[in-house]
C-alpha cells in the first residue's frame, strides 16, 4: 500500500491588486519506506524503472514530476516531464522513469502551471535489481544463523544489497553491511553482487521455506507450505509498486521425483498452460507422467507479470551420496539409487522443458552449482546432513550462496561470460585417450587452482578430474592436460563402442562414503575461471550434449590374436632382384614383452628386422644386397604401452640410405644407415611378419591389419599403391593365409 505523506505546498505569492491566478496546491504520497528498490529490467536488455507516484492537488491541474538524484550532485537527475492531471476529487496518479543508477533518488512534483508549487517524497527510493529467490531448504541455509559458524566477508558497500526473508513467519527487510551482515553466506552474496556490479543496488527475496515442496505451495490443502504467506512476502517486499525483475528457481529436492516428468509437472505453474500448449484455468488438476497428478490453487503468474519478470533457471545443484556406490547411479551392489537417477533424469527434464517454444518467461539456463560442500564430519568417522550446504566452512553455504549470485548475474547477462559446458572433444584415432574441452576458458579443477596436493590413489577412481564415467563406469584416470580435460581408457584402448559422460546422477562424481566426503572430492571437479568474483572458477556443466561427447572412431576393423606358438607368416617366395626399398605397416595392441623381444616385422637372417623391445621403443637391422649391417641393432625411440592401438610403419630405402618410422600417422624418427651399401635388398630371403623365418621371437598380442610393400615414399607413410601383401582378421581369415606358420590366430 502507498500511504500519503502531509508534503503539500501551497504557493501564494505577492501580486499586484487586480485579478490573477488562484493558488495550487500538490502533495506527494510517500513510499512504504525509506530507500525502497524498483528494478531496472536487466532481464529484458533495460537499465531504467518506472516509478509509480501518486498524491492530491488542485483539480484540474497538471502535475509534473522528476526524479532528484541525491549522491552523485545530481548527474542522474532526470527531466521534469507530465504525469498526470489532478482529478476533480483532488487525487492524482502517474509514474516516471528513472535509470539504473549508484544513487538515491528522491521523488520531486510539481504544478506545470505553477512550477513554484513543488512538493517532495519523504522516503528515497534506488534503481537497480529485485531478485526473488525460490526454493527449500537448501537456498534457505544462506539465510540460517543456526548453520551460522563462519567469519562474513566484508562487506564494502553497506547501501548496496537489503534482503528481504519471512516467507514461514514475519516478512522483514535488512540492509547487508559489517556491523549486520544477517550471516556469512548473506554476506557472501552480497559481496559478490557488489564486486560484479559496483555501485548498483539489489534487493533479495528468499522465498524459501524448508522441506516444502512446489506442490505444497500451490495446494491450500497442504499445509507444508502457505501460498498466502508467500504471497505476503512478495506483497511486503512490492509494497511501492515495483515488481520482481529477476525470479531466479533451482528446486530439485522435494520435487525430484518426478524424474522425467520434471517438466510436464511444473511447467503448468509457471507458463498457465500444459507442455502441449493447452491453457490451464487455476484452480486445476495438473496431470503428468503416467496417471499421476497434484492439485494447484495457484500459479506464478499470480504474483509475476512476464511483461516485467524473467525467470532465472540454475541448477540442478549437486546432490550427494549417501552409501558406497558402483557408479553415478547404482549402489555397490549393483542396486538402483533411485534419488540419483531421478536427480539425473529431473536435469534433463528440466532442460527439455527450457527449450519448449512457449518457455518464453524464462531467460537462458545458467550455472549448475555442484563446487561447494554438502555436510559436515560428525566427529564419529561418518559424515552428517549431506543434503545441505555446510555452514562451517567458507566452501559450503557461503559458496553456495556466491555461485547462486553469480547463476542470476550470468543469465541476465550481467556477467560478460557464458556458462561453462563441455562443447568441444576430441576421440584421439588410436583410442588412447578423450579430451573435452570448454570453448567458455581452460579447464581446471578447485584443487588445482589452488594449488593444493593431489587427491591421492587410495581410492580407485580419485583422479585429478573426477566426475567423468565411461561406459557407465567411473572414470580412473582423467587428467588436466593444456586447459583440456583427458581421459584415459580404464583398460586397453577405445574403441568405436565406447562412450564418456560428465555429470551423470548428483553430479558429484562421488562413489565412496564417507571418504569422498573427507577427500574432499569437490574440489576435482571441473571448473572454469571466468573472473566469477569470489570463487576459483565456476563449474562446467554436468550432462554434456551426447552430440558433442559422441565417439567418432571408426568401427573397429576385425582383428586377431596370436600366441606364444603362432602364428607367424612368411613369404615361400624370396624377394624379388633388384628391390631396393621396403615398406612394412600394421595396426598392434599388445602387452610389452617382459624379457625378450617380439618380431613385428622382418626379412630372413636379420634382412630387415623392426623388434618390440620391453621398453616400448623398436629395434631395427637392416642389411644390404651383400649382407653388409646398414643398421645394426638400432634403437628407434618410440616409448609405446601395453594396451593401446597402434598404427607402426617402417621403410627402409637402400638407395637414399635411410629409415623412417611414423606411429599413428606421425613421422617420429628418420635414421641415416651407418654405412653406405649396394643399394637393394638380398633377394636370396624372404620378408615375414611376427616373428623370425623359425618361429623365434614370436609376437603375442593384437592385430588387425599387416601389409608390405616393395617402395617407400619419402614422408614416411605408406605408399598409395596396392600393397604387395596384406594378412587381415578375422583369425579364420589370417589363419587361411598361405603364408601363415605356426599355430592357429583366435
Known amino acids: 500500500m502507498i500511504s500519503l505523506s502531509a508534503v503539500t505546498l501551497y504557493l501564494n505569492p505577492k501580486r499586484a491588486s487586480g485579478p490573477g491566478p488562484a493558488p495550487g496546491a500538490v502533495s506527494l504520497a510517500a513510499f512504504s519506506r525509506d530507500r525502497t528498490l524498483f528494478d531496472s529490467g536487466a532481464g529484458f536488455d533495460l537499465a531504467m524503472a518506472d516509478i509509480p507516484l501518486s498524491g492530491t492537488g488542485t483539480a484540474g491541474e497538471v502535475v509534473q514530476a522528476r526524479a532528484v538524484s541525491l549522491d552523485d550532485g545530481g548527474a542522474t537527475t532526470t527531466a521534469w516531464v507530465d504525469v498526470a492531471t489532478v482529478d476533480g476529487g483532488g487525487t ?51 539465510l540460517s544463523a543456526f548453520y551460522d559458524n563462519t567469519p562474513a566477508p566484508a562487506v564494502t558497500d553497506p547501501e548496496a544489497v537489503q534482503v528481504f526473508d519471512g516467507a514461514a513467519t514475519t516478512p522483514a527487510r535488512h540492509f547487508i553491511t559489517d556491523a549486520q551482515p544477517l550471516t556469512a553466506a548473506v554476506a557472501a552474496m552480497a559481496a559478490t553482487f557488489i564486486a560484479e556490479r559496483p555501485g548498483e543496488k539489489f534487493a533479495v527475496i528468499f522465498q524459501t521455506v524448508p522441506g516444502s515442496d512446489p506442490r505444497g505451495l500451490v495446494n491450500d490443502g497442504d499445509l507444508t507450505r502457505n501460498w498466502a504467506d508467500d504471497k505476503a512476502l512478495h506483497e511486503f517486499a512490492t509494497a511501492d509498486g515495483q515488481h520482481v525483475g529477476l525470479a531466479a528457481i533451482s528446486w530439485f529436492a522435494s520435487p525430484g521425483s518426478f524424474g522425467l516428468s520434471y517438466g510436464e509437472a511444473m511447467f503448468p505453474l509457471f507458463a498457465g498452460q500444459t507442455t502441449a500448449g493447452v491453457p490451464i484455468t487455476f484452480p486445476a488438476t495438473i496431470s503428468y507422467g503416467t496417471g499421476l497428478s497434484y492439485q494447484a490453487d495457484h500459479w506464478f503468474g499470480e504474483l509475476y507479470d512476464y511483461t516485467r519478470t524473467r525467470w532465472v533457471p540454475y541448477g540442478p545443484h549437486r546432490f550427494d551420496i549417501d552409501a558406497d556406490m558402483r557408479d553415478a547411479t547404482h549402489y555397490a551392489n549393483g542396486s538402483q539409487q533411485f534419488n540419483l537417477v531421478n536427480k539425473e533424469a529431473v536435469r534433463q527434464s528440466w532442460r ?38 555446510a555452514g562451517n566452512s567458507a566452501d559450503g553455504t557461503s559458496a553456495s550462496a556466491r555461485l547462486t549470485a553469480h547463476a542470476v548475474l550470468q543469465s541476465a547477462g550481467l556477467s560478460g561470460w557464458s556458462a561453462p559446458e563441455f562443447d568441444a572433444c576430441l576421440w584421439e584415432p588410436s583410442g588412447a585417450w578423450v579430451e573435452v574441452w570448454s570453448s567458455a576458458g581452460p579447464v581446471t579443477t578447485t584443487r588445482l587452482a589452488r594449488a593444493e596436493a593431489p587427491i591421492g590413489t587410495a581410492q580407485a577412481h580419485w583422479t585429478e578430474a573426477m ?180 598404427d607402426i610403419v ?11 618410422v611414423a606411429i599413428n600417422g606421425t613421422l617420429v624418427a628418420t635414421v641415416p644407415f651407418t654405412a653406405t651399401g649396394n643399394g637393394l635388398f638380398q633377394s636370396s630371403r624372404a620378408i615375414g611378419f611376427l616373428g623370425r623365418n623359425t618361429g623365434t621371437l614370436q609376437y603375442l598380442g593384437d592385430v588387425e591389419y599387416l601389409r608390405a610393400w616393395y617402395s617407400a615414399t619419402t614422408t614416411g607413410a605408406p605408399p598409395a599403391a596396392t600393397p604387395f601383401k596384406e594378412i587381415l582378421g578375422p583369425a579364420t581369415v589370417a589363419n587361411a593365409d598361405l603364408w601363415k606358420l605356426g599355430a592357429d590366430a583366435v
Open 92 to 142: 492524482w496518479a502517474g509514474a516516471i522513469t528513472a535509470p539504473r543508477s549508484s544513487s538515491w533518488f528522491r521523488p520531486e512534483v510539481r504544478l506545470k502551471t505553477q512550477p513554484a508549487v513543488t512538493a517532495q517524497g519523504a522516503n528515497r527510493f534506488g534503481v537497480g535489481h529485485v531478485i526473488a529467490i525460490w526454493g527449500q531448504s537448501e537456498p534457505d541455509r544462506i
Open 467 to 646: 566426475g567423468f564415467q565411461i561406459n557407465g563406469l567411473p572414470a580412473r584416470n582423467a587428467q588436466i592436460v593444456a586447459g583440456r580435460v583427458r581421459i584415459f581408457p580404464n583398460g586397453g584402448s577405445f574403441t568405436h563402442a565406447d562412450a564418456i559422460q560428465y555429470g551423470e546422477g548428483g553430479a558429484t562424481g562421488m562413489i565412496a562414503f564417507p571418504e569422498d566426503f573427507f577427500a574432499e572430492t569437490w574440489k576435482n571437479l571441473p571448473i572454469v575461471d571466468v573472473g566469477a568474483a569470489g570463487l576459483n572458477g565456476v563449474p562446467v556443466r554436468p550432462l554434456a550434449d551426447p552430440a558433442v561427447l559422441a565417439n567418432t572412431l571408426p568401427a573397429a576393423a576385425p582383428s586377431f590374436t596370436t600366441s606364444a606358438t603362432g602364428p607367424y607368416f612368411l613369404n615361400p617366395i624370396n624377394v624379388p632382384a633388384g628391390v631396393s626399398a621396403i615398406t612394412f605397416a600394421g595396426r598392434f595392441r599388445f602387452s610389452l614383452p617382459t624379457n625378450t623381444t617380439y618380431i613385428l616385422f622382418s626379412q630372413t637372417s636379420t634382412g630387415f628386422d623392426v623388434e618390440l623391445m620391453n621398453t616400448g621403443n623398436l629395434r631395427v637391422t637392416i642389411e644390404d644386397g651383400t649382407g653388409a649391417k646398414m643398421l645394426s641393432s638400432s634403437i628407434i625411440s618410440t616409448a609405446l604401452v601395453s594396451g593401446v592401438w597402434y
Open 352 to 389: 527439455d522443458m527450457l527449450a519448449l517454444p512457449a518457455a518464453t518467461m524464462f531467460l537462458p539456463l545458467s550455472i549448475e552449482p555442484v563446487t561447494y560442500v554438502n555436510g559436515y564430519d560428525d566427529g564419529a568417522g561418518g559424515w552428517s546432513d549431506f543434503a545441505h550446504p
Open 650 to 660: 617402417c621403410s627402409a630405402d637402400q638407395v637414399a640410405n635411410v629409415l623412417r
